[in-house]
């Protein structure tokens, strides 16, 4: 008897339609499209350096020389805005990828091999979590200098914690499902079965947390630049520009509004996006 199950293709199909007939979702993804190929090639259009001073200027309100006006050395604000913007987003992306990496192979390994082997995997990420994370960016930085490359890696390292309990739950989930269980009767070993059965069911949940990890990977990047242990000068970053224009509040206000309004627009649409794709990717709509 030949088993058939439905194309994988199918879900993500009807998610599709569902994602495109939700609007929110649909203005946060054109507004997230938008600012970010304004971060990419805004700085090369740009008649500014986002280091270039122009201290007889210093710090001068919103112009049409300057939009967004400029900081107390003269520096374009929105240079900088968009310079910066390709620093937050990076680090948003590359650390939402490590902690994915790590947590998705961490998840289906220790549902893999189960018993022991997944009691002591899981408890290590106990272990971890239980760590002050401050206190961890704090001796990393101490040890090691301060980077970019660093800062990457010391958030995806640590947000990898919860990628890897939600995917093992949904690998012990999924391996009680019968169409995993008819897999491994018509003789697929284990291996095989998490790859081309298992894994691929996990996408969906995947996707979703990747999506809404983005939007809290930016915002402690920006609370730890505020702290100044995130990006350090002569480079920029959303929440390096937030926390210059913190001090210069009461007099250039517009130093603090520009970066804010950003950072929260891009939250907003990260969030609105990664609600939506749940609801698209969840079973209980696939009738609709």
């Not at 649909?26 to 008649?47: K, N, R």
């Not at 995130?230 to 913190?246: E, N, T, Y």
């Amino acid at each position: 008897m030949k088993l058939c199950w439905p194309r994988p293709s199918a879900l993500w199909r009807d998610a599709g339609r569902r994602f495109l007939r939700d609007e929110p979702a649909t203005y946060s993804l054109l507004l997230l499209l938008a600012i970010t190929l304004a971060v990419i090639v805004g700085p090369w259009l740009s008649p500014y350096g986002y280091a270039s001073q122009n201290l007889q200027i210093g710090a001068s309100a919103p112009s049409i020389a300057h939009w967004f006006g400029t900081d107390p050395l003269g520096r374009d604000l929105l240079t900088r805005l968009l310079y910066g913007g390709r620093i937050s987003l990076a680090v948003g992306l590359l650390a939402t990828a490590v902690a994915l990496v790590i947590g998705v192979s961490w998840g289906i390994l220790a549902a893999y091999f189960g018993g022991r082997i997944d009691a002591l995997m899981m408890r290590i990420v106990d272990a971890l979590y239980a760590l002050p994370f401050m206190v961890v960016i704090i001796l990393l930085t101490v040890s090691f200098g301060r980077s970019m490359l660093l800062l990457f890696l010391a958030i995806g390292c640590l947000e990898w914690l919860s990628m890897a309990r939600i995917v093992r739950a949904q690998v012990l989930s999924l391996r009680e499902r019968e169409f995993v269980q008819a897999a491994a009767c018509i003789g697929l070993g284990r291996g095989a079965v998490m790859l081309r059965h298992v894994l691929p069911n996990t996408l969906g949940s995947i996707t979703v947390y990747a999506t809404l990890s983005v939007p809290n990977v930016m915002l402690l990047e920006a609370f730890l630049s505020f702290l100044g242990l995130g990006v350090q000068a002569p480079h920029s970053s959303w929440g390096v520009l937030i926390s210059q224009g913190v001090e210069y509040i009461e007099i250039y206000p517009w130093l603090l509004l520009f970066p804010g309004v950003t950072l929260s627009l891009v939250l907003l649409a990260l969030n609105v996006l990664g609600d939506s794709l749940r609801d698209a990717l969840d079973p209980a709509h696939g009738g609709t």
